[in-house]
């Protein structure tokens, strides 16, 4: 069974920092691509940040200079790195593997909110 649990969320003021971790049992990641997504209330899920096998990252326009993603393939772990966060950062933030195939798994979510 393919399991990602995330962890690291929690409340944080305006400006502050978090770092999100998503460890994966149950399938290696070596191969897969990687990657963070978020929900806000009433708002669609959307990318924030993905992760290659080879490496190559991704971001959403919102995040870039501020987020970064990682990967460490021994521990089966990606990490999402948030600095400078702002309100509209606060969603529920999930992680998600993709096999080569197309297959994809999601974690159950955690929540990040961010005061003014």
């Known amino acids: 069974q393919v399991q990602l649990v995330e962890s690291g969320g929690g409340l944080v003021q305006a400006g502050g920092s978090l770092t999100l971790s998503c460890a994966v049992s149950?399938?290696?990641?070596?191969?897969?691509?990687m990657g963070w997504y978020r929900q806000a209330p009433g708002k669609q899920r959307e990318s924030v940040a993905t992760i290659t096998s080879g490496g190559s990252t991704t971001y959403v326009d919102s995040v870039k200079g501020r987020f970064t993603i990682s990967r460490d393939n021994a521990k089966s772990t990606v990490y999402l790195q948030m600095n400078s966060l702002k309100p509209e950062d606060t969603a529920v933030y999930y992680c998600?593997?993709?096999?080569?195939?197309?297959?994809?798994?999601w974690g159950q979510g955690t929540q990040v909110t961010v005061s003014s």
């Open positions: 149950g399938s290696i990641i070596s191969a897969s691509t």
């Open positions: 998600n593997l993709k096999w080569p195939w197309g297959r994809v798994f």
